[in-house]
C-alpha cells in the first residue's frame, strides 16, 4: 500500500470533505493562457511547502501515536484540503479559455483530485466536513458485543473470520459487525447530496461522473471499459466460485450451502467475502504442498528484517535501478518499538518528492512478509522515478497504477527468483504449481467482481438510480449479480450493508483497487517478454533482466504527465487494458477447475 499523503497536492486531498469554501469564481472571460502559466506555477510552489510539511506530520503521527500528534496531523491536513478547494475552484474558471494541452492536464487534475468536492456555500461545506468525520468516527469505534457479553473489535471479529469453522459463530460475527452502520445511513444519504452538489458546481452530471472523469477517456466510456474487463475474466471466477462453493458444502453441509443457490457471505474467511485465501485449508487441491516453507528458508538462512529488506532491494537493483538511498536506511521503519504505539500496516512513503522514501513496516519475518516488502519497495522505487516531473504529475498514471506495480514486483517472487537467490535448494515439478495457483486466484481472482461492483453501487446513488429505501437491496442484487454471493439471513429493514466496507463511509473510490487487479497481471506478462522469458507465466520472474527494468522505468518516469493509455503503450505495446494476461496466468489451474467442476451445476 502507498501511503497517500507523499504523491502530491492530489493524494493530499484524496477522501478529504471541505472546510470553509465560499467562494464565487470570477468572470472568465478575461482569461489567457498567460494567466493560467501563471496560476499553476504560483499552485506547483504553494504544493511543495504544502506536501512536505504534510508529509512530516503524518510521518511523525503514524510513528508517534499522541495526542498532539494527531493534532498536528489534522491541522496539516485541514490545510492542505482548503488548498484543494481553493485550487480546485480556481481551476474551473478556466474550463472556457484557450490553454494549452499540458496546462488543460494539469487543470484537470486540480478539479478531479476532490474526492468530495463542497458546494460553494461556508455552511453546506463545513457540514460536508462534519459529515466525513462522524462517519470515519462511526467505523472506526465500531465493536460488537457477543451473546457471550464479550467486546470486540473489528480487527477481533475479521481473525475470527479468517479462522473459524464454525457456521454459526461465523454468522455471529458476520451479523454483529453489521450492527455499527444503519447509523451511518441517513449522514451517507446527506455526505451524497452535498457532494453531488459540489461536483456539479465544478461541472460534472453527479459526484460518479466526476470520478470517473479521472481516467483520460469520457466517464461513460469508462464505465463500459470496466464490464469488458469483467466479462473477459468472469469465465475464470465462475469456474473458482462453483469449486469452492462445493468445498464449502462439503464443510458445512449442502443444507447450509445449496448447489443451487449464492455462496453464504460469511463462509469465505473475510468480513466482506472480497478475498478467500483464508479458506485455503477447506478448497487446498490434494497433494499441493510445493515442497517448501519461505518463512522457515527465511530462518535457516539467517534473515532478519533488515536482510529481507535488502534482498527485496536487489531484485530492483538487479533490473539496474539505483540502490535506495543512505536516508533510507536511516529514517524508516523496520521493527514495532517497545517503547511507543505505532500504525503498523505496511507502506511506503516518499516524502520530499526527491529522494526521502521511506517503508514503514512491523516486519514479520514470514514469507506472505517477504512478498509485501517487495512490493512495498515498488511503490519507492516509482515515486523515485518520477521524482524529477513537475509537482502536479508527480503520481500514477491512473490510480491504479501504483498499486499495480507493487504487486507486478510481487508477481516476480516465485520459486525460480526464491531458488536464484538461494532461498530453496530446487524448483518444485510443474504439479506442485495448482497449490500456489489456487491460494493465489482465491485472493486475486475473487477481489475482481467486488473491486468492481463497489463503485457500480455508489455510482448509482450518485446518479439517483439507486435511492436511499433501496440501498441494501440495491447492494445485494450487485453482489448476487457479480460474485454469486448471499447474505447468509434476511437483512432488516433499517440495514445499511454497504457502511460495513470502510471506503463507503471513508468516501474512497474504489475502481483504483479493481484496475489494479486487472494491470499488474498484464504487466507482468509484458515484462516477461520483454525478458524473453520461456516458462509458463506464472513461473516468470523478471529478476536480473535489464531490458525488463529499463521498459519498466520508462514508465514509472513518466508519472501522471500523459494518459494513462500511453504509459500503458510503453509497456504493453496497446492502449487498451487486456484480462487475458489473467487468464493466461491461471491456464493450468483454470483447465484443473474445469475437470473438478465436471457434471456440477455451477454459474453465477
Known sequence: MKKQLKKSFIALCIAAT???????????????????????????QELIALNLAGARAAWINANFITHDTNALAANADQKSTEAGVRFAMEAAKFDNVDVTEDQRRKLNILKQSLVMPAPQNAEKSARLATLGSQLNSMYGRGSYTTNSGETLSLGDMTSTMATSRDYDELLEMWQGWREVSPEMKPLFTEQSALANEGAKGLGYRDLGTMWRSNYDMPADEFAKELDRLWLQVKPLYEDLHCYVKDKLAEQYGEDKVP???????????????????NIYDVVAPENADPGYDVTKQLAAHQYDEIKMVKGAEHFFTSLGFEPLPETFWERSLFTKPKDRDVVCHASAWNLDAKDDIRIKMCIQKTGEEFNVIHHELGHNFYQRAYKNQPTLYQGSANDGFHEAIG??????????????????????DESKDIGLLMKMALDKVAFIPFGLLVDQWRWKVYSGEITPENYNTAWWELREKYQGIAAPVARPD????????????????????????????????????IAGNTDPIHRCSIYNNKEAGKALNEVLEMGQSKPWQQAYKVLTGSEQMDATAILDYFAPLHKWLKKKNQGKSCGI
Request: glycine share 6%; proline share 8%; net charge negative.
Open 18 to 44: 471541505i472546510v470553509g469554501c465560499n467562494t464565487t469564481p470570477a468572470t472568465t472571460t478575461s482569461l489567457t493562457q498567460q494567466d493560467a502559466e501563471q496560476f499553476l506555477n504560483n499552485v506547483e
Open 259 to 277: 448447489s443451487d443457490q449464492p455462496i453464504p457471505a460469511h463462509l469465505l474467511g473475510n468480513m466482506w467475502a472480497q478475498t478467500w485465501g
Open 407 to 428: 504487486d507486478t514486483i510481487a508477481l516476480s517472487v516465485t520459486p525460480k527468483y526464491l531458488k536464484e537467490i538461494g532461498l530453496i535448494d530446487s524448483i518444485p
Open 494 to 529: 433499517n440495514a445499511f450493508d454497504p457502511g460495513a466496507k470502510y471506503h463507503v463511509p471513508g468516501g474512497v473510490p474504489y475502481s483504483r483497487y479493481f484496475l489494479a487487479h486487472i494491470q499488474q497481471f498484464e504487466f507482468h506478462k509484458a515484462l516477461c517478454e
